[in-house]
C-alpha cells in the first residue's frame, strides 16, 4: 500500500469513526423524548410518555406525610416546597410518602386522608403530576394490629376472615433473613401469600389516595425462594396491584418499579417492573477530596446494564428505563475518607455527600451528571434531588430549594434544575 493510499485509508477510516460518533450521540438525544406526553390510562403507558415522566423525576421524601406520620423527623417548609415543585415542573415526585415500619399508620384516617388533599392541592395546579409511594422491604410484629379487609381477601380468592395481618405468615420458612433489622423486624418473604395481601393491602390504600406509582423497595432482598420459583410470587402481586389499579387509580395506571442491582426482572422475555430504580453510583476522584464522577461499570452501576423484553404495558425494549437517584443509607466509619471499596462516596451516602458539597459544584455536578447519563446509557434518566434525610452532616434533610426566608435551608439547586429541564 503506498503513502498516498495510506493517508487515504485513514482519511476515510477517521471520517467513518466521526460519522460514527455523530450517529451515536444523535441518537442518544433522540431517545430522549422529542415531543413531551403525559396521557396514559387503562393500565397503558406509551415508552414516549413514560419517559416523558422520568425526565421530569425529583426526589421529595415524604412530601405528602403530614405532622404526626413523619418516617424521618421534621418536615419544615412545606409551602415552599409546594412553590419549588411548581416553579421547576416537576411531573414524577419520588418517594412522597412512605411507611418504614410503621404499619399502624394505616389505621389512622388521617395518614392517607391528609396526603390525599395534598395530592388534590397539587392536581389542581396541574393534573398531570404522578406521586410515587415506596413499599419497602421491612415488616415487623407491629403488623399484627392492622386488619385485614374484604377486599384483600377476595383478591386472592380466600374465604374472608375477621383477622389482622399476620408477621408470623410473612417470614421465609427457612429463617433466611428473620430478624434482619433488629428481633421481630424481618425482610418479608414475596412467596409468602400473607406477605402479597399486605403489599396489596397497602399499595390499594395508596392508590385511593391518588397515588400513580409505587416503589417496592429492594425486590431482589424479598425474593428468598421466589427467583427459584420464575418469580411467581411477584408475577402475583404485581398482576393483582394492577388490576386494582385499573379501578382505583386516579387514571387506572400505576407505574410499579424496583432497586434492582441486576437490572431488571424478566421472566419468557416479559419484564415485570416498569423501569428499574438504582443509585448513582459515585465514583471517587483519587487527588481530588470530596469530588466525585460516574463511570460505566463502576462496583454495581446500573449503566448499560438494564434488561429488555416485554414491558408491562405491552412495548418492547432492548433495555429497560431506568432513573438513577442520589441514594441514603448512613454515614460510614471514614468520613472524608478515600475509599474504593464500599458504596460511600468519600465516607459519606450520597445525598449527604451533595449536601456538604459548595453551592457552585453542587450545581455543576448535576450539569455534568444530566449531560453523562443519557451519552454513557440512552435509557437513563437522572431523578433530580428535591428533599431527602442526610446523614452525618449538618441539618435532617438536603432541600434544594432557593434559600430564603421561606426555606432558610435550602441548597440552591432549585434554578440549575429548572434550566436543566427547559434545555
Not at 419520588?94 to 390525599?116: C, M, Q, T
Not at 417470614?171 to 409468602?192: C, E, K, M, R, Y
Not at 464500599?342 to 450520597?350: A, I, K, L, S, V
Request: net charge negative; proline share 6%; charged share 25%.
Amino acid at each position: 500500500m503506498t503513502n498516498m493510499m495510506k493517508k487515504l485509508f485513514i482519511a476515510i477510516l477517521l471520517i467513518v469513526t466521526a460519522a460514527c460518533r455523530k450517529s451515536e450521540v444523535t441518537e442518544n438525544e433522540i431517545v430522549r423524548p422529542a415531543e413531551r406526553s403525559y396521557e396514559f390510562s387503562d393500565g397503558v403507558i406509551p415508552r414516549n410518555v413514560l419517559e416523558s415522566y422520568l425526565s421530569r423525576s425529583i426526589t421529595q421524601a415524604e412530601f405528602l406525610v403530614s405532622e404526626g406520620f413523619f418516617n424521618d423527623g421534621p418536615y419544615p417548609y412545606r409551602e415552599d416546597d409546594v412553590r419549588m415543585l411548581k416553579n421547576v415542573g416537576a411531573k414524577f415526585i419520588g418517594r412522597a410518602i412512605y411507611s418504614w415500619n410503621v404499619p399502624e399508620h394505616f389505621n389512622n384516617p388521617d395518614f392517607l386522608g391528609k396526603a390525599k388533599a395534598r395530592v388534590e392541592e397539587m392536581h389542581a395546579f396541574d393534573p398531570e403530576i404522578v406521586f410515587q409511594a415506596s413499599i419497602f422491604e421491612i415488616v415487623s410484629t407491629k403488623v399484627n394490629v392492622v386488619p385485614v379487609p374484604a377486599w384483600v381477601f377476595e383478591a386472592f380468592d380466600l374465604p374472608v376472615e375477621n383477622r389482622n395481618f399476620s408477621y408470623e405468615q410473612m417470614l421465609n420458612p427457612q429463617g433466611l433473613l428473620v430478624n434482619f433489622w433488629h428481633t421481630g423486624a424481618s425482610v418479608p418473604d414475596i412467596s409468602q401469600v400473607e406477605t402479597r395481601m399486605f403489599f396489596y393491602y397497602m399499595a390499594r390504600r395508596y392508590m385511593e389516595a391518588g397515588i400513580e406509582a409505587i416503589h417496592f423497595g429492594q425486590a431482589e432482598l424479598m425474593s428468598m425462594t421466589d427467583r427459584d420459583n420464575g418469580y411467581a410470587g411477584w408475577r402475583d402481586l404485581l398482576e393483582k396491584v394492577r388490576s386494582a389499579a385499573r379501578s382505583v387509580a386516579r387514571r387506572g395506571t400505576v407505574l410499579c418499579d424496583a432497586h434492582l442491582p441486576g437490572g431488571g426482572i424478566a421472566v419468557e422475555g416479559k419484564l415485570l417492573f416498569d423501569f428499574v430504580s438504582f443509585p448513582l453510583r459515585l465514583k471517587e476522584i483519587p487527588g481530588d477530596p470530596m469530588k466525585s464522577e460516574l463511570k460505566i461499570y463502576y462496583l454495581d452501576a446500573i449503566y448499560g446494564r438494564t434488561k429488555g423484553g416485554i414491558t408491562p404495558s405491552g412495548w418492547s425494549c432492548d433495555k429497560s428505563p431506568f432513573l438513577v437517584e442520589f441514594d441514603n443509607f448512613g454515614v460510614s466509619d471514614h468520613p472524608g475518607v478515600y475509599n474504593l471499596n464500599d458504596h460511600f462516596t468519600w465516607g459519606y451516602d450520597e445525598i449527604s455527600w451533595l449536601s456538604i458539597q459548595p453551592e457552585d459544584y453542587r450545581n455543576q455536578f448535576l450539569r455534568y451528571a444530566s449531560d453523562w447519563i443519557p451519552r454513557a446509557d440512552p435509557n437513563g434518566f437522572l431523578q433530580m434531588p428535591g428533599s431527602r434525610v442526610i446523614s452525618g452532616v449538618e441539618g435532617n434533610r438536603y432541600r434544594a430549594n432557593t434559600p430564603g426566608d421561606a426555606c432558610p435551608d435550602g441548597k440552591g439547586q432549585e434554578e440549575t434544575i429548572k434550566a436543566l429541564w427547559a434545555e
